[in-house]
């Protein structure tokens, strides 16, 4: 059994109770919002797949800016920090490449521009990881080391990252049996907390409430 805190009951009760006294308002409310949200993904998943299907050259010091990925890639505020962490780490070389492979160029920057061509164009002389489908594709000409330093030009490297972003919201729908009636759920997730939505046919019977305090792994 997981704990509740306190609070967490007192936020859930003041809920419970609004939507129990204004059901026809909160039904309103929440079917224009499940249409605005769901016009609104539509046109972003549109976006997004274009974006997704544009690999980005973003230089060592870009990638190590949260505000630059953030503007970059279109990302939120929190996958840009994350996501900056997770490079700075590649780059010092705690995190370690999934498959190396060589292209000719005359300069790294080049060979980054190459490489950029070879995934527009998902060339199937591309390793396998390179080609996979992702939110965002990072290509980044390696110039210096760890502390800074300028790396000699036999040290230079072309680093391809393939990024998949955290989703902080999503929309549900299914189906329930409560008392021995299927009903139909709909709903609404953010992060931990999730708010569902019950109906039958076209009549409100209820909501759920949910709040997720942590994993449990074996």
Not at 24 to 44: E, K
Not at 58 to 68: M, R, V
Not at 86 to 113: I, N, W
Not at 142 to 155: M, N, S
């Amino acid at each position: 059994m997981i704990p509740v805190l306190k609070g967490g009951e007192n936020m859930i009760e003041r809920i419970k109770t609004l939507v129990t006294m204004h059901k026809t308002a909160v039904l309103a409310v929440f079917i224009v919002l499940l249409i605005g949200v769901a016009y609104a993904l539509g046109r972003h998943a549109s976006e997004e797949k274009t974006i997704a299907e544009k690999p980005a050259v973003l230089t060592q010091e870009q990638t190590q800016n949260a505000a630059s990925l953030r503007a970059q890639l279109d990302i939120s505020r929190a996958n840009a920090q994350a996501l900056q962490k997770r490079l700075t780490d590649a780059q010092v070389g705690q995190r370690a490449p999934s498959v190396t492979y060589y292209v000719t160029a005359p300069t790294v920057e080049r060979a980054a521009q190459v490489v950029e061509r070879q995934i527009k164009e998902d060339a199937p002389t591309l390793p396998r990881a390179a080609r996979e489908k992702s939110d965002r594709t990072v290509v980044t000409p390696i110039v210096k080391d760890k502390d800074g330093k300028d790396l000699p030009p036999a040290e230079q490297k072309v680093d391809v990252y393939k990024i998949n972003l955290r989703k902080d919201h999503r929309i549900k729908a299914g189906a329930s049996v409560i008392d021995s009636k299927a009903l139909m759920t709909v709903g609404y997730e953010q992060g931990r907390f999730e708010a569902l939505a019950h109906f039958d046919g076209r009549h409100y019977k209820g909501a759920t409430v949910m709040y997720s305090r942590g994993v449990v792994r074996e």
